[in-house]
């Protein structure tokens, strides 16, 4: 029997840390095979600067939690232009600032904001055909994905990336290294769905890949993963086994 999934229903789940390559790769994908996207980590950025805006003490985890049924989030899902607004404000801009990125990850540890926000996504996924990019999608919010895939590059790498998207020459890429490992060790170690490889998960490591590498090789991937997958694959070469769990 077939088991494949067709393309127009198919969820592709895309975790991992920060700097990997999530959003450029998934939007890309998105784009390149007419789904839709959805970036979870602007959720929670604009979760945060909704308690940062209204004052609530974001260290406070009762507080948060209090609070985290209150604002009105709505994700535009076009890979071509995404939105996030808050109570009706666009936050796109203000949720990539300093602020929300020191905040967000002890925001995203409370249980009640992710449930919340975990059903909202789930409700956005509806029916499929989207690539969703977070740290829980392939673990939590969508674990019978078709295609689940956990990006990866080392951490200097990841660095290097983030320092790249400086505006400002001066950045320091081990200020950018040490934040970056600062989120990822508190986005690995929290109680409530910690980043991690799901089991069935597909380990993709881009240290050595640009990006239109990774993009290329996502698309073999759900080229095996849905029915008429040869049309999808067109173009696109056979994943690479050395990158593959
Ligand atoms: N394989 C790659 N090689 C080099 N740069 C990359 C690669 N993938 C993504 N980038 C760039 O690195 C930066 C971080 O990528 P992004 O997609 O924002 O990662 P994430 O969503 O995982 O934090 C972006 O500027 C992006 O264009
Ligand atoms: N599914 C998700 C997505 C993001 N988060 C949290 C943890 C991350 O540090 C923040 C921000 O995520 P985002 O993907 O915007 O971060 P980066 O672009 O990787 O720097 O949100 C999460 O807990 N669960």
Known sequence: MDTRTPLATIVVAVDGPSGSGKSSVSREVARRLGLRYLDTGAMYRA?????????????????????????????????????????????AGPIRGPEVTGSVSAVSAVPEVRTRLVAMQRAVIGSGGIVVEGRDIGTVVAPDAALKVYLTASEAARAARRNAESDDPATDVNATQADLARRDALDSGRATAPLTLAADGLLVDTTEMDRDQVVEHLLGLVARAVDGGSAVAAGAPEPAGEALR
């Open 47 to 91: 979760m945060t600067w909704w308690m940062l805006h209204n004052g609530v003490e974001v260290t406070d985890a009762v507080a948060v939690a209090a609070a985290a049924d209150k604002p009105e989030l709505v994700s535009g899902t076009d890979p071509s232009g995404p939105t996030i607004t808050v109570d009706g404000i666009d936050v």
